[in-house]
């Protein structure tokens, strides 16, 4: 008899907990395939946290249910402090890197888009990473040159400047854009650099990496000692270089190969 009202209670007791289980899933608490619970937001931060390790490549949007954390991620004070840490790396490496030889040929480059002006405001109308990159859309935004600086960026750019390093823009942009870029930049703060480097009609169809690559060597066969670069996409730092020292900052929008 006892262990008859024992039996009971377990039943009783499991059919509870498995109401509770499924009353309490949803989307936010998620059974993933490998059977591991995963609420969302565990899920987007991991992927975002992958992207920035380069461990996933190539995507082409954010994941849908990922556009409003990357959204809220993008324009948040972790975003801030995260690529003020970066900032703060850089700072702490050029207080010691560099033996400047007085030549001028002492370098350090910049990507441009969200490296020294931030694309934020277009993808806010655009989507935030879950829709394809309209190319058209978004030279034509370019073209109106209100790309606001990012100011940790600014800062360490005229640091930079100050040290006495020669100052290389190396974009992906088209050269077509050469004219709003630049009027962008000088709009946002930035000037004094020596060279911008955009992608004329023979670098059109290159990989973004093999581009950014050829320019560097560029710049080291010319006797620049490339001290270090700072960009927002591993394209900006992959294939042959002899550079120091590479820096990242955080973007989860969008991916160049």
Partial sequence: MQMGKLLGFLLLFSSLCIGFVSADWNILNQKRKNGVGS??????ES???????????????????CVEYIKK??????YKADSERAIEEVILYLSHCCTMKGDGKDAWIFDVD???????????????????????????????SKAPALE??????HEIKDRGL????????????????VDNLIKAGYHGWTSLVLRG??????EVQTYKSKARQHLTNQGYRIWGIIGDQWSSFEGPSSVKR????????YYLA
Avoid at 39 to 44: F, M
Avoid at 201 to 206: Q, R, T
Avoid at 246 to 253: A, E, G, Q, Y
Wanted: with cysteine; aromatic share 14%.
């Fill in 39 to 44: 609420s969302l937001k565990n899920y987007c």
């Fill in 47 to 65: 992927w975002r946290i992958n992207v920035e390790l380069n461990n996933i490549r190539g995507f082409e949007v954010v994941p849908e249910e």
């Fill in 73 to 78: 991620y993008m324009t948040s004070s972790q």
């Fill in 114 to 144: 969200d490296t020294l002006l931030s694309t934020v405001p277009y993808y806010k109308k655009h989507g935030f990473g879950g829709r394809k990159l309209n190319t058209t859309s978004m030279e034509a935004w370019m073209g109106e």
């Fill in 152 to 157: 940790h960026s600014f800062k360490l750019f």
């Fill in 166 to 181: 020669k100052i290389f823009l190396i974009s992906s942009r088209k050269e077509t854009l050469r004219s709003p870029t």
């Fill in 201 to 206: 009609l023979e670098d059109e169809f290159m």
């Fill in 246 to 253: 590479t820096f990242k900052l955080p973007n989860s929008i």
